[in-house]
């Protein structure tokens, strides 16, 4: 015998990716406690080997641009795996798109967030469910469109397929902002619109970021005659003809392969104005922060796979002598990203209510605040789970290099770290009640933990320097976004988690790598919540 199997971890499948204890916890402080049952069901399907798999194939085989049929017509199709198709009907069937506008009963945006983050078997089919969802109130600005396509946007049910909106049983949305020489500057965007006779309108320019451009309608940006506008624009026409939208090339990424991303250029494409001309941003902005959410529940749900995985991986594996998770060095790396990983699905879960409740001045700075710094903690922290496979985290049929090659996304989508942490700051300029509102929320905790009251102290001592905030404007938010997350975990959170979180992340006894935490906490606990149960 010279080839023994031994030593190795068995398959993570078959278990719950629901069992959450953080997670569920939010769920029900949020409103959504109604929703528990329904949530375990779609944990269990995410944790099959089925479900797996399917992600596994989306990515293995990505999307393929046909520009042309066999005889040279230009039809703009994309190709994708039947994997991508099952992802996305599930997503669809499971109300992950739109639920919260059809049945906005209380905690309808709680368990829409709880769903998307426990759905996390591939991160690309998320891409188009988030702007679906993200869509309708947008969309709501302008009644006579909504009526006609709101119940579509949130049918439960997927139809794929390039054919006149308003003939199709469901429909999917996307986002066309970006372009080549502006980026986050959607401002200096060229491509124009020309009023019709009929009310539409014909746009003409290039878009150089619009991802999912199967999907049935956009929202996107133009300059009208009274500026810039935010627009619908339809896939195929009402006459059932393609709209000229033409699909340039797909984007060669670091990662989200299943999901296309790419390059169109509108050629008197026929478009519906959503809202007045000139106010085009202000009409998309609540589309952006719904995304932003999504972008903060996508990392959130990302670090609690990384954690499961690396703690999975140390209670089975073992090496001198003892499992990997009974090592004291393993144990306060596993420690720190589950503390990590709780910090993120706590405030996600509370932001998420916050949609629900209309939160609006806390709101608006939290989301900012909380999209900035979870979805720059998800990189350092995929890195981290996956050196806790060593080299078989390193293979790809570990899943984690796909993982690791996911986490940088969602810093970059709907504002990238300059454009997010500038975002705060313009809203405490702009919006300024949004800072007391957004305090009043952290001074809840308020005597509950000295090292999180003294770091509330520094933080609003800080804000008081308005000369040098732009510049300090990454280490404020880093130290907004702490404090919150110090709040809600000394609230709600479990008391070894939130000692973790105090001592290291504001009691300043903390290292740069993850596994830097001090003696003395009860990293066992904090572990055992972290790692999941099979069978």
């Known amino acids: 015998m010279t080839h023994e199997v031994f030593n190795q971890v068995p398959p993570l499948v078959d278990h719950d990716l629901a069992e959450d204890p953080a997670l569920l916890d939010g769920l029900r402080r949020e409103g959504a406690g109604w929703a528990v049952e329904e949530l375990h069901a779609l944990g269990r399907l995410a944790g099959t080997h089925e479900a797996q798999e399917h992600g596994r194939l989306a990515n293995e085989y990505p999307p393929v641009l046909r520009t042309h049929d066999r005889y040279g017509n230009r039809i703009d199709e994309v190709e994708f795996h039947p994997s991508w198709h099952h992802l996305m009907k599930t997503a669809v069937e499971n109300g992950l798109h739109g639920r919260p506008w059809s049945d906005p009963r209380p905690g309808a945006h709680v368990a829409r967030a709880a769903k998307f983050y426990t759905w996390r078997t591939d991160a690309g089919h998320g891409c188009p469910i988030s702007m679906t969802y993200a869509a309708v109130p947008a969309l709501r600005q302008q009644p006579d469109l909504a009526a006609l396509y709101e119940p579509l946007l949130t049918s439960e049910v997927y139809d794929f397929g390039l054919r006149a909106p308003l003939g199709k049983r469901g429909l999917i949305a996307?986002?066309?902002?970006?372009?080549?020489q502006g980026g986050s500057d959607v401002r200096a965007n060229t491509t124009t619109a020309a009023p019709q006779p009929d009310g539409a309108y014909r746009l003409v320019g290039h878009k150089w970021f619009t991802s999912a451009p199967m999907s049935d309608v956009f929202l996107t940006l133009a300059q009208a005659p009274g500026g810039l506008t935010c627009f619908l624009v339809p896939r195929v026409l009402p006459d059932g003809t393609l709209n000229p939208l033409h699909v340039m090339r797909l984007k060669d990424k670091l990662g989200n392969k299943s999901n296309a991303s790419s390059e169109i250029e509108y050629h008197q494409a026929h478009a519906w104005r959503v809202?007045?001309?000139g106010r085009g941003v202000r009409t998309i902005i609540e589309m952006v922060n719904m995304t932003r959410l999504d972008c903060l529940i996508g990392a959130a749900a990302g670090m609690r796979q990384g954690v499961t995985v690396a703690a999975h991986h140390a209670a089975h594996r073992a090496t001198f002598g003892r499992t990997l998770n009974e090592h004291p060095l393993m144990q306060n790396v596993l420690a720190d990203l589950a503390?990590?990983?709780?910090?993120?699905?706590?405030?996600?879960t509370r932001l998420a209510g916050a949609v629900d409740r209309g939160e609006t001045d806390f709101k608006r700075l939290a989301l900012a605040v909380g999209k900035?710094?979870?979805?720059?903690?998800?990189p350092a922290h995929a890195a981290e789970s996956l050196e806790c496979?060593?080299?078989?985290?390193?293979?790809?049929?570990?899943?984690?290099?796909r993982l690791f090659r996911e986490s940088p996304l969602n810093s970059?989508?709907?504002?990238?770290?300059?454009?997010?942490?500038l975002d705060v700051l313009r809203a405490m300029m702009k919006e300024p009640e949004?800072?007391?509102?957004?305090?009043?929320?952290?001074e809840l905790a308020s005597g509950a933990d000295s090292r999180l009251d003294a770091a509330v102290r520094q933080i609003k001592d800080s804000l008081t320097d308005a000369a040098t905030l732009e510049l300090r404007g990454?280490?404020?938010?880093?130290?907004?976004?702490?404090?919150?997350?110090?709040?809600l975990l000394v609230r709600h959170g479990h008391p070894a988690v939130a000692d973790a979180f105090c001592s290291s992340r504001l009691g300043g006894d903390w290292g740069t790598a993850f596994g830097t935490l001090s003696p003395g906490l009860d990293l066992g606990t904090i572990i055992e919540r972290a790692t999941p149960k099979i069978g």
């Open 372 to 378: 900035y710094w979870v979805t720059k903690r998800w």
């Open 339 to 348: 503390v990590e990983s709780e910090a993120a699905t706590t405030l996600m």
């Open 474 to 487: 990454r280490r404020v938010v880093e130290r907004l976004a702490l404090v919150l997350q110090g709040s």
């Open 275 to 277: 809202g007045d001309e």
């Open 389 to 401: 496979l060593g080299g078989n985290g390193y293979a790809e049929e570990s899943g984690m290099p």
């Open 174 to 180: 996307g986002m066309s902002m970006t372009e080549k």
């Open 434 to 442: 949004s800072i007391p509102a957004f305090f009043q929320e952290v």
């Open 412 to 421: 970059i989508w709907e504002g990238s770290g300059n454009v997010a942490a």
